[in-house]
Structures are given as C-alpha cells and as structure tokens.
C-alpha cells in the first residue's frame, strides 16, 4: 500500500521557519519523483516544490524561490520541505505527492499538514 505521510506543519510568525517531512513507503522511492504542493482556502492547488530521487534535480514555484529547499534523504525514504522567511501567504495546506517525474499530475497523495503563518 502506497502512503505519503506529511508532518512538521504548525503556526508560526511572520519571518519563522518550518519543515516539513513527507514519509514515503509502498512504492520503490528511488523510481519516483516527490513534490510539494499547498492550497490555500478558496485558492486553487499550486506546486511549490519538486525533487527527483534519481538525480537530486529540483525545481520550485517562483514564490518561493531563495526561501524554501526541498531535499531528499534516500535512506529514510523521505523528503523534507525547509520553508524559511515565512509569510502570511504561505499558509495554506501543503501536501506531498509522488509520480515517476515531477508533474502537476501526481500519482499518489500524502492527507496534508497546515501551515499558518500569522502576521
């Protein structure tokens, strides 16, 4: 059974930081790419992050580019999310998800972790 598990969400200020963990296990991690994506309440799903387990390369939305790293630790089968100099829009809820490469289609679906950001 294939399951992403999401977790490190929580409120933080304005300027904090967070990160969070996706926990993959039920598919050969190296095979697939792992992503991150958030939604906001009444905002469409939007990719923040993508890293491929084959060859490191990674890729991000440009709202967050020089404050998130997305990186992957093969060995625990996980992929973390270090999401810096947070704002008040960055709070959404953020999901994982995995596919054979990064794509808005993904294959399978962690249930997300809320990140609150207060002002």
């Known amino acids: 059974e294939v399951q992403l598990v999401e977790s490190g969400g929580g409120l933080v200020q304005a300027g904090g930081s967070l990160r969070l963990s996706c926990a993959a296990s039920?598919?050969?991690?190296?095979?697939?790419?792992i992503g991150w994506f958030r939604q906001a309440p009444g905002k469409e799903r939007e990719g923040v992050s993508c890293i491929s387990s084959s060859d490191g390369s990674t890729y991000y939305a440009d709202s967050v580019k020089g404050r998130f790293t997305i990186s992957s630790d093969n060995a625990k089968n996980t992929v973390y999310l270090q999401m810096n100099s947070l704002k008040p829009e960055d709070t959404a809820v953020y999901y994982c998800?995995?596919?054979?490469?990064?794509?808005?289609?993904?294959?399978?679906w962690g249930q997300g972790t809320q990140v609150t950001v207060s002002s």
């Open positions: 039920g598919f050969t991690f190296d095979d697939y790419a």
């Open positions: 998800a995995a596919a054979p490469s990064c794509s808005p289609l993904m294959w399978y």
